[in-house]
C-alpha cells in the first residue's frame, strides 16, 4: 500500500471542510414582477373632426351593364367602380357636386350629377342604382 498518497488525503480533509461546498449550477432569478396595469382612459381627440365618410357602392344586380362606372366628385374623377365594389372616401364638410358616368367606348358616356351633403363626423352610404333618367345615387342603410 502506498502511504503518501493516503497521507496526504487525510490531511486535507480538515482543509476542505473549512471551504464551503461548491454551488449549484445558477438557477435563474424570477423575472421582475410587472408593473400594475394602468387602466385605459377613454379616447379623447384633441380637435373636432373635420371630415364626413362617403361610401358609394355598386352592387352587381343593381346596375346591368358592362360599363365601369366612374365618380365624380367637383369635376374631377375620384373613383372608378367596378361590379361588386365600393368606394370609401373623407371629404370636407359641405355640398358635394357628385357626377356619375359610365366609363368607356360609344354608348357608355352618359354623366348625370346630383348634389350631396356631407357632415363634419357623419358616416353616409349609398349605393348606385339605375333609373329611366340614367344612374343615380341612392341613400343606403350602412349595414348595407
Known amino acids: 500500500m502506498r502511504p503518501l498518497p493516503v497521507l496526504f488525503a487525510l ?7 473549512d471551504q464551503a461546498p461548491p454551488e449549484s449550477p445558477a438557477v435563474p432569478a424570477p423575472p421582475p414582477a410587472m408593473p400594475a396595469a394602468v387602466p385605459l ?3 379623447t381627440l384633441g380637435a373636432p373632426i373635420d371630415y364626413g365618410v362617403l361610401t358609394v357602392s355598386r352592387e352587381r ?10 365618380l365624380y ?5 375620384a373613383a372608378r367602380l367596378y361590379q361588386g ?7 370636407p364638410p359641405g355640398n358635394v357636386l ?22 363634419a ?6 349605393r348606385i342604382a339605375m333609373e329611366p333618367a340614367g344612374l343615380r345615387l341612392i341613400p343606403a342603410p350602412l349595414n348595407y
Not at 85 to 91: D, F, Y
Not at 121 to 126: R, S
Open 61 to 70: 344586380l343593381e346596375v346591368s351593364t358592362p360599363c365601369d362606372i366612374g
Open 73 to 77: 366628385l367637383q369635376g374631377n374623377l
Open 11 to 17: 490531511l486535507a480533509l480538515p482543509a476542505l471542510a
Open 41 to 43: 382612459a377613454p379616447m
Open 98 to 119: 357628385v357626377r356619375l358616368g359610365q366609363l368607356g367606348g360609344g354608348h357608355c358616356q352618359q354623366l348625370h350629377s346630383q348634389t350631396l351633403r356631407i357632415n
Open 121 to 126: 363626423g357623419e358616416v353616409t352610404k349609398y
Open 85 to 91: 365594389q365600393s368606394v370609401t372616401l373623407n371629404l
